[in-house]
């Protein structure tokens, strides 16, 4: 069983930085893709960025092209978004996902198997 935990969201100025993780407890996350979702109030939860096992493929919303990196640390079993020059839209609930696979980066929430709690991201203009 893959439980993840997110971590590193805060309340923020426009055009700061913050770096999100996500840890598992329980099985590695070796084997899984994991992705980086948000949701801010009264809007479907969106895609933000994902990695596939390996970490040599990413992929990145139009939104945050550019802005945002995620990356992963297979040695402390955590997936990190860092992200810059932030901006008031990007205020939501962050929450990272997994599902186990090989090659391929999935960009849709019913593609995924486990997901976090959450963390919250506030951006003040």
């Known amino acids: 069983q893959v439980q993840l935990v997110e971590s590193g969201g805060g309340l923020v100025q426009a055009g700061s930085s913050l770096t999100l993780s996500c840890a598992s407890s329980?099985?590695?996350?070796?084997?899984?893709?994991v992705g980086w979702f948000r949701q801010a109030p009264g809007k479907e939860r969106e895609f933000v960025a994902g990695?596939?096992?390996?970490?040599?493929?990413?992929v990145y919303a139009d939104s945050v092209k550019g802005r945002f990196t995620i990356s992963r640390d297979s040695a402390k079993n955590t997936v990190y978004l860092q992200m810059n020059s932030l901006k008031s839209e990007d205020t939501a609930v962050y929450y990272c996902?997994?599902?186990?696979?090989?090659?391929?980066?999935?960009?849709?929430?019913?593609?995924?198997?486990?997901w976090g709690r959450g963390t919250q991201v506030t951006v003040s203009s």
């Open positions: 996902a997994a599902v186990r696979s090989i090659r391929t980066v999935f960009t849709t929430p019913p593609e995924y198997d486990y």
């Open positions: 990695i596939n096992r390996s970490g040599g493929s990413t």
């Open positions: 329980g099985r590695t996350l070796s084997d899984y893709a």
